[in-house]
């Protein structure tokens, strides 16, 4: 009797411990359970980085990235209705530097038009989009991030698990060795959408939880960059230093904001232009803000006016003076579609049937359908937050098939009918020749 009580304490413990494990767990099996569902491969351990070398910042870089910045943001602000807007040309570049790694032909230059501006090396060769990758290479790696000013970036590829369509091992190769993207193999349902989302809300720490509503049937790659901005102000406003003010939005209308009033230190003061900057903790990030310095002038001109060049310009003759600053806590949310932006500065072929992206993919014509880009940004009296996202969509491209007819014009003479659909026997029948006015 007291050894079938000893059996029955002992399995009864031991289901105990089972129970209270698998409770333990659940997090662990719930997500074992969506990886099955969503179907998404990773395909991380198949492809390791390979050592590759960097190009360092230079006067070269920095020139082709500010004119692709000055470019980016006039033909963002003269498309959009609402003129807020807030872009991440990082994160942009990166997305697009990542995908004309497998650019060939024409739809190459034209990219690399864009985003290496005509750029030459010391030799007077035009650089190329692996030089633009050795650059940004680099310059994620010299980044610096600390407690109090923290920048933290991720890469990712996903591409359809569909019949026919492969991916060339090249193309996943040189951009794990540039980029280090997490690299997927996913049905693209809803549960690949549920996956992308989850993974851009996890690498911008929930600024930005979703960046795809739905995946398009033609959708067959995404090519995504995240970038998260977390800092501190080296010299915080104190909470007394707030009030109530107000601000002219563009058209003249006056907005009430909370003003925060604090000492400046940095400068901008440079031809039809005056500014500011403001360190963030440990100097290694800085807020910049610029404004015509007639309150009267066109602020729709001075936008544009701004290029690369005169980026530099400004940003490059700070000064240390001593100020009172005025600034209103704001919060910024900008979304939209690049490609009528990037199309206009010169990258046309990459979105039409004819691009070639066969670096990419032998056995599928690419195109680039969507450049979806999403920014937040949180500035208030301890410092800034901010997060993008550039999402590059690659879509089949509608192959040319040989002798197809693209049109009917019926502008000779012609047969007609009309026809019985069950039997496809003609109930009426004639001959048009000539038309009567």
Not at 74 to 93: A, H
Not at 333 to 341: I, Q
């Amino acid at each position: 009797m007291k050894k079938t009580w000893l059996k029955r304490l002992t399995v009864l413990a031991l289901t105990l411990c089972l129970l209270l494990s698998l409770t333990a767990c659940q997090p662990v099996f719930q997500t074992l359970l969506q990886g099955k569902k969503t179907g998404a491969q990773s395909l991380m351990e198949d492809i390791k980085a390979q050592k590759v070398s960097g190009l360092k910042s230079d006067e070269n870089f920095r020139a082709l990235y500010d004119q692709f910045a000055a470019a980016l943001l006039k033909e963002s602000y003269g498309l959009e209705e609402n003129k807020n807007i807030l872009l991440s040309p990082l994160s942009v570049m990166t997305a697009l530097g990542m995908t004309a790694m497998g650019a060939r032909g024409e739809t190459l230059k034209e990219m690399e038009a864009v985003l290496l501006g005509g750029a030459q090396n010391r030799e007077g060769k035009s650089l190329g989009i692996e030089d633009l990758s050795r650059y940004l290479y680099e310059y994620y790696q010299k980044l610096p991030s600390a407690d109090e000013s923290r920048f933290t970036f991720g890469n990712s590829i996903w591409f359809r698990d569909e019949a026919g369509f492969e991916v060339e091992k090249e193309f996943l190769q040189i951009n794990k060795n540039y980029y280090d993207p997490d690299i997927y193999k996913a049905p693209f349902d809803a549960g690949t959408v549920r996956d992308i989302n989850q993974w851009v809300d996890s690498k911008t720490e929930h600024l930005i939880p979703q960046v795809l509503e739905e995946l398009d049937e033609r959708d067959m790659m995404a090519l995504i960059n995240a970038l998260l901005f977390d800092a501190k102000w080296d010299n915080p406003f104190g909470s007394n230093a707030e009030y109530s003010g107000s601000f002219r939005a563009l058209g003249g209308a006056e907005r009430k904001v909370t003003m925060m009033n604090g000492g400046g230190l940095y400068l901008i003061d440079e031809g039809d232009t005056i500014g500011m900057m403001k360190a963030y903790g440990g100097d290694k990030y800085r807020f910049a803000a610029l404004m015509p310095r007639d309150e009267k002038a066109d602020f729709d001109r001075f936008v544009y006016s701004l290029d690369g060049e005169k980026l530099q310009l400004l940003l490059g003759s700070v000064k240390n003076w001593d100020f009172t600053l005025v600034m209103p806590k704001f919060t910024a949310e900008f979304s939209t579609d690049l490609v009528k932006a990037l199309g206009n500065l010169g990258m046309r072929g990459a979105f039409d049937s004819g691009a070639d992206f066969s670096g990419i993919s032998q056995t599928m014509p690419l195109a680039i359908g969507q450049v979806v880009h999403k920014t937040r940004l949180e500035l208030d009296n301890d410092g800034t937050k901010a997060a993008a996202v550039t999402v590059v969509m690659a879509t089949k491209a509608a192959m040319p098939v040989p002798g197809r007819i693209d049109a009917i014009v019926l502008d000779r003479p012609f047969v007609y009918m009309i026809i019985d659909t069950e039997n496809q026997l003609p109930i009426f029948l004639g001959t048009m020749t000539d038309i009567e006015p």
